[in-house]
């Protein structure tokens, strides 16, 4: 049983940053990020395995965005730089028991509330 708790949303303008928090309540293995802009389907933006700390990253994300975590109160953030206007979506932290691939939203059996990200120019 896994409940998540989104947080760090925001408008900013081009080059600007920002952090997401996602606090898990549960044990989980694998946690991810995933976004979602309108009338497009949802796409992996990056994951990490919880134990050992391995991290995925989209090729469009890569380079600006850092996923990491603090296990001290199981809390697994998204650090957002460089922002770009094609960044604006609802971001979704997502977490599974699973060992599947971690870049596939299907592997994934919880979801949080999703935190909407608008970039201007």
């Known amino acids: 049983q896994v409940q998540l708790v989104e947080s760090g949303g925001g408008l900013v303008q081009t080059g600007d940053s920002l952090r997401l928090s996602c606090a898990a309540s549960?044990?989980?293995?694998?946690m991810g990020w995933f976004r979602q802009a309108p009338g497009k389907e949802r796409e992996f933006v990056a994951a990490?395995?919880?134990?050992?700390?391995?991290?995925y990253y989209a090729d469009s994300v890569k380079g600006r965005f850092t996923i990491f975590r603090d296990y001290a109160d199981n809390t697994l953030y998204l650090q957002m730089n460089s922002l770009k206007v094609e960044d604006t979506a609802v971001y979704y932290c997502?977490?599974?028991?699973?060992?599947?691939?971690?870049?596939?939203?299907?592997?994934?059996?919880?979801w949080g509330q999703g935190t909407q990200v608008t970039v201007s120019s």
């Open positions: 997502a977490a599974t028991r699973s060992i599947m691939d971690p870049t596939n939203a299907r592997t994934y059996a919880y």
């Open positions: 549960g044990r989980t293995y694998t």
């Open positions: 990490l395995r919880w134990s050992g700390g391995t991290t």
